[in-house]
Every structure is written in C-alpha cells, then in structure tokens.
C-alpha cells in the first residue's frame, strides 16, 4: 500500500512556473508507476502525465506537452510535476497517483489504485 501527499500548489500569473511534490510512503515506492491528473470545476478528471516505475519513460498529454515534465526520484520516495508557461486553463486540482505493481504508464483514472488529496493550482489571466 502507498500513501500519497500532494504540495506545491497555488496561485500563479499566466506564464509563471510551479512546481508540485508528490511524497509516497510505503515499501513498493520504486515499483509503482506514478501519474498526475487534474480536475477542473464541472469537467472530468483529466490525464496531464505518466512515468514508469524506474523513471525510465514519461508521458505527457497533449495540452501540457512541452511545457510540463514529470519526474521521480526513488531515493526520496517522491515524483514531481514541473509546470511552465502556465495558462489560465490550466487551473484544477492536481492529484498525484500511484499504480500497485510493476508496469508502464497508464493515462486512464480507473487504471490506479491510490490517490493523494489533491493540490489547487490556480492560473490568473
């Protein structure tokens, strides 16, 4: 079992920079591939980016491509989300999960097992 705690959030200009933590407690840390989504008022929770359980590949959905990575170190038990050139649009709740078992990336919500509370980015015009 892995437990996530989401931070780094907040409010940000267009075009500012944020970056997000995401620290995971439990054993299989290194094992489990690791995503970031977001939820905006009224619409669905949206993929935003995936990474392997060893960090090795990462991807990233199309409306954030270029301007976000994703990351991970096992070492500290963390993956991070590094969001430039930020827009309006931009502005959800974003939630960091973890997937149980050794695997690839997964973009669809239903294909991970734990979630973190979430972390409200917020991006004025």
């Known amino acids: 079992q892995v437990q996530l705690v989401e931070s780094g959030g907040g409010l940000v200009q267009a075009g500012g920079s944020l970056r997000l933590s995401c620290a995971a407690s439990?054993?299989?840390?290194?094992?489990?591939?690791m995503g970031w989504f977001r939820q905006a008022p009224g619409k669905e929770r949206e993929f935003v980016a995936g990474?392997?359980?060893?960090?090795?590949?990462?991807y990233s959905a199309d409306s954030v491509r270029g301007r976000f990575t994703i990351s991970r170190d096992n070492a500290k038990n963390s993956i991070y989300l590094q969001m430039n050139s930020l827009k309006p649009e931009d502005t959800a709740v974003y939630y960091c999960?973890?997937?149980?078992?050794?695997?690839?990336?997964?973009?669809?919500?239903?294909?991970?097992?734990?979630w973190g509370q979430g972390t409200q980015v917020t991006v004025s015009s």
């Open positions: 999960a973890a997937k149980a078992g050794i695997g690839g990336i997964y973009t669809r919500a239903i294909s991970y097992d734990m």
């Open positions: 439990g054993r299989t840390f290194s094992n489990t591939p």
């Open positions: 990474i392997t359980s060893d960090g090795g590949s990462t």
